[in-house]
Nanobody
Framework: QVQLVESGGGLVQPGGSLRLSCAAS???????????MAWYRQVPGKQRELVAS????????YADSSVKGRFTLTRDNAKNTVYLQMNSLEPEDTAVYFC????????????WGQGTQVTVSS
């Protein structure tokens, strides 16, 4: 059984920081190390949007320009874990954040985490 366990969400004041973690485990990841790992976010009434992704090589892509310079995406391949360090948080960052992980020789395995709420408010 595959699990993506997310943690690190919560309530923070504007200007504060949070660190999200997503740990992938299960039989698939025993056979195939995760290839791309990513974080998405979603606010009520809107589509889920890609925030940033990271390849197994460590190459990162910050798809959302509003987070550049504030968010840092890293991964620990030995732990099959991806981290999103979020600094200088703004109320506009409030959303449910979802982890997404690909695996397999053709990225044929795709999994979503359950989501973690991030609320930025004074």
């Amino acid at each position: 059984q595959v699990q993506l366990v997310e943690s690190g969400g919560g309530l923070v004041q504007p200007g504060g920081s949070l660190r999200l973690s997503c740990a992938a485990s299960g039989s698939i990841f025993s056979k195939f190390s995760p290839t791309t790992m990513a974080w998405y976010r979603q606010v009520p009434g809107k589509q889920r949007e890609l925030v940033a992704s990271i390849a197994s090589s460590g190459n990162t892509n910050y798809a959302d320009s509003s987070v550049k310079g504030r968010f840092t995406l890293t991964r620990d391949n030995a732990k099959n874990t991806v981290y999103l360090q979020m600094n200088s948080l703004e109320p506009e960052d409030t959303a449910v954040y979802f982890c997404r992980v690909w695996a397999g020789a053709r990225n044929e395995y795709l999994y979503w985490g359950q989501g973690t709420q991030v609320t930025v408010s004074s």
